[in-house]
């Protein structure tokens, strides 16, 4: 049985008590692990960017699942995936370009962008939030208001 190089990684990372999920599982926490997958033509991209993303501190770089693939762990706050992608196609990188591949890389842009500003937004105050939305519920027009004057109302 042959493996391939992540197989190979899961087995070894396995057997010293480490675990590192795989690029589309969802991941908790800020240490993310993707993969960047790059079109098979022009050759050798994966070989130059590998040589280029080595010198970027808190980056680590592994070999991906797929042939045209480097596998990446890092730090959300110190990096993301749309960071490094974008860096890699202006420095004229060739990217995956299939459906798929797309599909997957929007989810992740999307998924770190709204984790990076919920942990750097304001904490919103939960004792007085119940009284925000009961004191704007009160000036918001809505068919529990009377307006009848209470004297005019008759009890039933």
């Known amino acids: 049985m042959r493996l391939n ?7 070894r990372d396995k057997e010293r008590g480490l675990s590192r999920p795989h690029p589309l599982l969802p991941q ?3 240490r993310k692990h993707r993969e960047v997958r ?7 991209q ?15 770089l592994a070999f991906g699942s797929a042939q045209y693939s480097i596998s990446l762990t890092y730090e959300i706050e110190e990096h993301t995936l749309e ?10 990188f060739h990217l995956d370009s299939s459906l798929f591949a797309k599909l997957v890389r929007a989810l992740v842009y999307y ?10 937004g304001p904490q919103r105050l939960i004792k ?9 519920w009160e000036h918001h027009p809505h068919g529990d ?10 009890d039933r």
Request: zero cysteines.
């Open 28 to 30: 908790t926490g800020t």
């Open 128 to 136: 007085k939030s119940h009284e925000v939305y009961s004191k704007a």
């Open 5 to 11: 190089p992540e197989q190979a990684r899961l087995i």
């Open 38 to 44: 790059f079109a098979e033509v022009p050759l050798g």
């Open 111 to 120: 998924s770190e962008d709204t984790q990076l500003r919920n942990m750097h």
């Open 145 to 154: 208001h009377d307006d009848t004057p209470p004297e005019l109302r008759v």
């Open 46 to 60: 994966v070989e130059r960017a590998w040589l280029l993303l080595e010198r970027l501190k808190g980056l680590e």
């Open 83 to 92: 960071g490094v992608e974008t860096a890699l196609r202006h420095e004229g």
